[in-house]
């Protein structure tokens, strides 16, 4: 699963599960799922929108934004770190902050989604999305960006210039497990200095036989390991030295 990071640079992790509309759903499954998580997740709202967005184009804010869509519910920890989103044929998790590791998640993961699947009756997977989304903080005063990422822009001539932001996007097809990766860098305007986002989103559409949570745990990892093994490969090797040993 990768070695450990004592200074990690992720912001959030989550997973998504989309059922096809024929699943079994109805509005009363919110309210039970939150009765069987009240204890761990107490605090409920119920909001519009059914993800969320982080905009890394050149002047705009570094924020979560809410995609608007059917109304979920969500169901988070009182210090915040962790949230449940449920709504029509979709179940998400987020570490929002604070993420200890990865079996941990998983395992938050893996028994939300037990708990979802008894009380609806029936797993009918359309998507599995795992999202790792990443926050590297720029020196001050001018920067060699491929001292820090693999995939900087490389501009000639005339363009070689000071970069006030960039954003580049790759959508990577992958065997094991079947789906595709997309991966996003750039530098978004902030309120407290300059940042790289690394985003990393591995989804599979292809999920015949996955329908449980033994073979959704082995999707997981797969996942997990293509995300952990691009995140590796998208840094200068110096970098990640200095994220795993803080």
Not at 23 to 43: M, V
Not at 72 to 77: A, F, G, H, L, S
Request: glycine share 8%; charged share 25%; hydrophobic share 35%.
């Amino acid at each position: 699963m990768g070695d450990k990071l004592l200074s990690p640079p992720l912001i959030e992790a989550l997973c998504e599960f989309r059922f096809t509309p024929s699943s079994p759903w109805d509005w009363t499954l919110p309210g039970r799922l939150y009765d069987q998580l009240a204890e761990e997740f107490p605090e409920r709202s119920q909001v519009d929108g059914v993800g969320v967005q982080i905009k890394l184009g050149p002047g705009k804010p570094l924020s979560s934004q809410v995609i608007k869509g059917p109304d979920r519910v969500q169901m988070k920890r009182s210090d915040g770190s962790a949230m449940v989103q449920v709504g029509p044929h979709l179940l998400a998790v987020n570490y929002l902050r604070f993420y200890p590791n990865w079996e941990t998640f998983r395992g938050l993961i893996l028994s939300t989604f037990e708990k979802n699947i008894k009380l609806c009756g029936e797993c009918n997977l359309q998507r599995i999305g795992l999202r790792y989304i990443n926050q590297i903080p720029l020196p001050e005063g001018k920067c060699d960006l491929e001292t820090l990422i693999s995939l900087a822009p490389s501009l000639k001539g005339p363009l070689d210039r000071p970069l006030m932001g960039f954003y580049q996007r790759y959508e990577i097809l992958h065997d094991s497990p079947k789906g595709i990766l997309i991966h996003q860098t750039g530098i978004p305007k902030t309120d407290h200095g300059n940042v790289i986002m690394v985003d990393l989103d591995f989804g599979s559409l292809e999920l015949e036989g996955i329908c449980d949570q033994f073979t959704v745990a082995n999707w997981l990892n797969a996942a997990h390991d293509r995300i952990y093994e691009s995140f590796v490969a998208s840094l200068h090797p110096d970098l990640y030295e200095k994220f795993r040993r803080g």
